[in-house]
């Protein structure tokens, strides 16, 4: 089984900050790697598919990269509401990461 | 709007069963494949269970094989997972979730809100 780990586990921030979240893969996944943002009491929101690819209506400051087996995803400038919990996943068995929790500094 | 509502949560003794239930709106739930997906208490996410969009093909984590059973029904656009021989470790928050597909590329969106299942004694 494809294992998804991501790092780091937490993450600490300030509002206008530049954030990086790694997800790396046991084996290749090509592009096949999705992220997903939770709010504390809410179901997951897809942000990124397909490793790149912006899901309609998610800000631009969001975005994704990788391929193969390493992949990250950027939040080019915290926003009060992006504080939360990120999850990649992978497509092909639908495995996910065991999430980032971004928090206010 | 597309919408999916859990319902079917609740308390239930080791051993026991449940079934919950996924209402789907706004969109043509017979064409799109669905998926199942829990969370425990203060845990990550964990993929329960996969059906396609006719039910032909339907696959299970390896920790619900033989007890949980994914099932839909298109002309009530509702999705169901029947749920036996339920365990502590079950215990969890279940959404349901639409799968959206580009080539070999899925992903899950929307997901629904979400129902509780507490498994305890």
């Known amino acids: 089984d494809i294992q998804m780990t991501q790092s780091p586990s937490s993450l600490s921030a300030s509002v206008g900050d530049r954030v990086t979240i790694t997800c790396r893969a046991s084996?290749?996944?090509?592009?096949?790697l999705n992220w997903y943002q939770q709010k504390p009491g809410k179901a997951p929101k897809l942000l990124i598919y397909a490793a790149s690819s912006l899901q309609s209506g998610v800000p631009s400051r969001f975005s994704g990269s990788g391929s193969g087996t390493d992949f990250t995803l950027t939040i080019s400038s915290l926003q009060p509401e992006d504080f939360a919990t990120y999850y990649c996943?992978?497509?092909?068995?639908?495995?996910f990461g065991q999430g980032t929790k971004l928090e206010i500094k | 709007e597309v919408q999916l509502v859990e319902s079917g949560g609740g308390l239930v003794q080791p051993g026991g069963s449940l079934r919950l239930s996924c209402a789907a709106s706004g969109f043509t739930f017979s064409s799109y494949e669905m998926n199942w997906v829990r969370q425990a208490p203060g845990k990550g996410l964990e993929w329960v269970s996969y059906i396609s969009s006719s039910g032909s093909t339907i696959y299970y984590a390896d920790s619900v094989k033989g007890r949980f059973t994914i099932s839909r029904d298109n002309a009530k656009n509702s999705l169901y997972l029947q749920m036996n021989s339920l365990r502590a470790e079950d215990t969890a928050v279940y959404y349901c979730a639409r799968e959206g597909v580009i080539g070999a590329a899925n992903w899950f969106d929307p997901w629904g809100q979400g129902t509780l299942v507490t498994v305890s004694s």
């Open positions: 084996q290749s996944i090509s592009s096949y």
């Open positions: 996943q992978q497509s092909g068995m639908y495995t």
